[in-house]
């Protein structure tokens, strides 16, 4: 096997699954870095969904016996899942990290709440002899060298799974933390792969949730981001409108629910009529659950078309740029017999 060229390896590499791919890279750190850097071509261990729970609510659903004791495995790795190599350099920034306190999770919550990461299988039922869920316990604020391996291990194994969906309610793991534990390795990639993540934020964590959107999730179809009608702030709306404008490459759909501020929606229509340049904008933009009273058509919309349903009335109509009328956006909107809109998707032709 040690003989075989790259190409013939990675061909052998792609008829493993997931499971067998990980023995392998438990052999040594040749293989190991082998399979980290091209892992993008082979297979990933698929779950449904991923999630940060607070560790109460988990135990009293263990306590009280809601559900059947085969449905949940409780997961608290060692640091002996994976041997790690810790140089001098990176010796010294873990342990100012470990002095400054540095937390896994960065939250909205009481300060010392504990959260424990659940992983939820695809393909269960009831006559499964498996566990549904995987709850995995990691140190919320690694103390040692060693909870930091233990971490770090575990961040690397979901980095190679596959999930469904993800839900962060005011909670998602720490940027800081991430980049510290994974400081500029080449052959690992610090993101979750994840089809469609939803999220809530809170001021608080306004840029630090967004930071982690946009550097430790793979999006392949969209993100939604619940704002729970809260109000924002001048300085988090431009960071968002500056995420929406030019991070398409990232983001190929983004849900902003329960958003009260139709100040944005102004801002992303000035941008696509006076912009020099509109590629970067994300492709579809979605406003779900919102109220934009008192709203307007630009005065360069055209190709207008009214529908009318039970209960709502829809329009749909395109603005297209002044520099380059060959870029165009698709606005759906549907409004309430009030005249408030609940609905704006934006989508680029």
Known sequence: ??????????????????????????????????IN???VELARMKFNKLSLIDANIINRELNRKIYPSNWYKIIEPGSEILEFI????????????ISKSI????????????FIVCLERTFFHVYDKKPRYYLLKLPSIPKNIEEMIIVRNCLEQLFNCAFEYAYFNKIVFNPEIINLLFDNNQTISPQFHIQ?????????????????VLNHLKIFEFVSIDFNHMDIPEENINILFNILINEGNKLPK?????????????????????????SKIVPVIIFDK?????????????????????TFKTTDYQISNINNPKVRFLFSNEERRDGSIFYVQIKKM
């Not at 329960?258 to 941008?271: G, M, Q």
């Open 103 to 114: 937390s896994l999770f960065l939250h909205d919550f009481e300060p010392d709440k504990e």
């Open 1 to 34: 096997m040690n003989s075989l060229p790259i190409e013939t390896k990675l061909d052998i590499f792609k008829c493993l699954n997931f499971t067998q791919l990980f023995t392998f890279k438990q052999t040594n750190y040749y293989y190991r870095n082998l």
């Open 254 to 278: 983004v849900y902003l629910k329960r958003f009260k501020l139709a100040k944005l929606h102004d801002l992303i229509v000035d941008h696509i009529i006076n912009s020099q340049n509109c």
């Open 86 to 97: 810790l140089n001098d350099q990176l010796n010294k920034k873990w342990q100012a990290a």
């Open 290 to 310: 919102i109220l934009f009273s008192d709203f307007k058509l630009n005065e360069r919309a055209e190709k207008i078309e009214i529908g009318q349903l039970k």
């Open 37 to 39: 850097k091209y892992g």
């Open 196 to 212: 469609k993540p939803s999220l809530s934020t809170s001021n608080n964590l306004f840029e630090n949730i967004f930071r982690f």
